[in-house]
């Protein structure tokens, strides 16, 4: 039986571009646009070649993880090394330093306000019960 439509513009190279893509954040949109396809053709390649899926996986999870741990630290404080460069007279001088940098309460509430969504949303429901009565009055009341 022979294939009709379209020739697929698929290529194995595009598994190791697909994954680096998605290590810079690129969604299924973007990689259509990479492609010059269209975001339906992806879910196809995914749906159609294993290794382009798990491609796309691996390098989304691993982006992914690493921005969420920057907003950990952004969320919690944290300090590393540094070295302070100074240039007195010509000379310059490397200074070791460690520098810190406080929680960040705007990371604090988004990370937050994701994770504990029951707890820190900004809209609260209410629940209310008992009756509601109304007394209908006439024009002439």
């Excluded at 379209?6 to 990479?34: H, I, N, S, W």
């Excluded at 339906?40 to 921005?67: C, M, N, S, Y």
Aim: proline letters at 6%; glycine letters at 4%; hydrophobic letters at 35%.
């Amino acid at each position: 039986m022979a294939k009709t439509g379209r020739p697929t513009k698929y290529r194995p190279e595009y598994v190791e571009q697909a994954y680096k893509f998605c290590l810079l954040g690129a969604t299924d949109e973007k990689l259509a646009t990479m492609f010059d396809v269209c975001v339906d053709t992806i879910a196809e390649w995914k749906r159609v070649h294993p290794e382009f899926q798990d491609a796309l996986r691996r390098g989304k999870a691993i982006a992914d993880a690493e921005v969420a741990n920057s907003l950990f630290h952004r969320a919690t404080g944290y300090t590393h090394p540094d070295v302070h460069v100074s240039n007195y007279q010509g000379e310059i001088t490397l200074t070791p330093i460690t520098k810190h940098y406080p929680p960040d309460p705007t990371s604090m509430i988004f990370w937050l306000k994701n994770r504990q969504r029951k707890d820190w949303r900004d809209k609260t429901e209410t629940e209310q019960s008992g009756k509601v009565s109304a007394i209908i009055l006439g024009d002439s009341e």
